[in-house]
């Protein structure tokens, strides 16, 4: 009997215990894979307040930096954006169309920006600040994965902006010159992010342009109009001004 009984409380005691390895669970949570915002997207942003949807191309580089440009009215969205899983978001700053103001009559302010991506297919989601808001969806653009050189941005290339025709030439060590034909002058650099991928950093001094005058930085790719790099968008800024640019290779 007492062997029963010291028997019994053996087990009742490694049973409170969790003994025999039975008695608990341990749980593991699957660590959460960060999708990439990398890409060239192209698609639009459709705000709910004007009831107006414009056609933009966005740029993302590795790091998380991007740029989403309207060549149709010279509006970007600049920031960087944190990715956790599919979900995205970011402050950003809104350069508003050019010649305009956003509804609550500023041409440059903050927003908020956050959705959802699909890596290398889609990116869906909402924005809202200086008085508007909307949604967005754009898609991927497989020209995203072609490799990026100095020596492949090299060249000629000239554009239109604000009625003047700017003609730029970059050299084969990232170097930028050029002018138009409103009397300003232009000089700067271009540098790869991963030569793996087609996106540039761009930084340009504008001078002899007025109000326009300024240091600039932000992204720059290759497109395709007719042939493989034969076109060149540029999206940079500053804190005051914003510059969208389409240029062909001459």
Excluded at 95 to 124: D, E, I
Aim: glycine fraction near 14%; charge should be neutral; charged fraction near 5%.
């Amino acid at each position: 009997m007492k062997r029963f009984l010291v028997l019994f409380l053996m087990v009742a005691f490694i049973s409170a215990c969790g003994g025999g390895g039975g008695g608990s669970s341990s749980s593991t949570s699957t660590p959460v894979t960060n999708q990439s915002l990398a890409g060239i997207w192209t698609g639009s942003f459709h705000s709910t307040v004007l009831n107006a949807t414009y056609n933009v191309t966005g740029l993302v580089s590795e790091t998380n930096i991007f740029r989403f440009l309207s060549l149709s009215t010279g509006g970007q969205y600049s920031g960087i954006a944190s990715v956790t899983g599919a979900s995205f978001s970011s402050t950003m700053t809104g350069y508003s169309p050019t010649g305009t103001t956003f509804p609550n009559g500023t041409a440059v302010t903050s927003f908020k920006v956050s959705g959802n991506v699909s890596q290398g297919v889609a990116l869906t989601g909402t924005y809202s600040g200086g008085g508007d808001a909307g949604t967005f969806a754009v898609n991927f653009n497989n020209a995203y994965n072609t490799p990026s050189s100095l020596t492949i941005i090299s060249g000629n290339w000239s554009g239109t902006l604000n009625g003047s025709t700017i003609n730029v030439a970059i050299s084969d060590s990232g170097i930028v010159t050029g002018s138009s034909t409103s009397g300003c002058t232009y000089s700067g650099n271009v540098s790869t992010i991963d030569i793996n991928y087609n996106c540039y950093n761009i930084t340009i001094t504008a001078s002899s342009c007025g109000a326009s005058s300024g240091n600039y930085s932000g992204l720059a790719t290759l497109t395709e109009t007719a042939k493989q790099y034969d076109t060149l968008l540029v999206g940079v800024s500053n804190a005051e001004n914003s510059v969208v640019m389409e240029a062909h290779r001459q």
